[in-house]
């Protein structure tokens, strides 16, 4: 039982100190510009795992023409959640031509996942309802970054 006490402290002085990094949010990543139509959209750019995780998780607003769009090596059915995520988001799955596949809305702090129709490569999470006020829906088509003109 003696090495019990250490182990437990270590354990409590390390996972506090993860903790407290792990909720700062991810402002400062590579960012590409990205229109849909007339609109345009000033994404951050998250491709490792760990971006990915982080995604915009404790962040407690975000400027309506910024997004963050997520990159993945290879097309699959991507889900996402919104643990940790303060803001409500739209979550529009896009296939490597830059089409929108379907657009999910996303109540924040939620572990309900919100799944892709078909496989994509590309997510990109923007404010609730900005697709929708800019008459955005499944088949429209995204241009500049990783999409063609």
């Given at each position: 039982m003696k090495y019990f006490a250490p182990i437990l402290l270590?354990?409590?002085?390390?996972?506090h100190a993860t903790v407290g990094a792990q909720d700062v949010p991810q402002t400062q990543l590579q960012r590409t510009r990205l229109t849909a139509?007339?609109?345009?959209?000033?994404?951050?750019?998250?491709v490792t795992s760990q971006e990915h995780a982080t995604g915009l998780m404790h962040?407690?607003?975000m400027p309506s023409q910024e997004g963050m769009?997520?990159?993945?090596?290879?097309?699959?059915?991507?889900?996402?959640?919104?643990?940790?995520?303060l803001i409500p988001l739209t979550a529009a799955?896009?296939?490597d031509e830059?089409?929108?596949?379907?657009?999910?809305d996303?109540?924040?702090?939620?572990l309900e996942?919100?799944?892709?129709?078909?496989?994509?490569r590309y997510v990109l999470e923007m404010n609730k309802g900005w697709f929708a006020k800019k008459g955005l829906k499944a088949g429209s088509r995204l241009a500049g970054g990783p999409f063609k003109p």
């Open positions: 270590a354990a409590l002085l390390f996972g139509g007339i609109h345009q959209i000033d994404a951050q750019v998250a962040r407690k607003d769009l997520f990159v993945f090596d290879n097309p699959s059915r991507l889900c996402f959640w919104m643990k940790n995520t799955f896009i296939d830059g089409t929108i596949v379907n657009l999910e996303m109540k924040p702090l939620s996942s919100h799944c892709s129709a078909k496989p994509v």
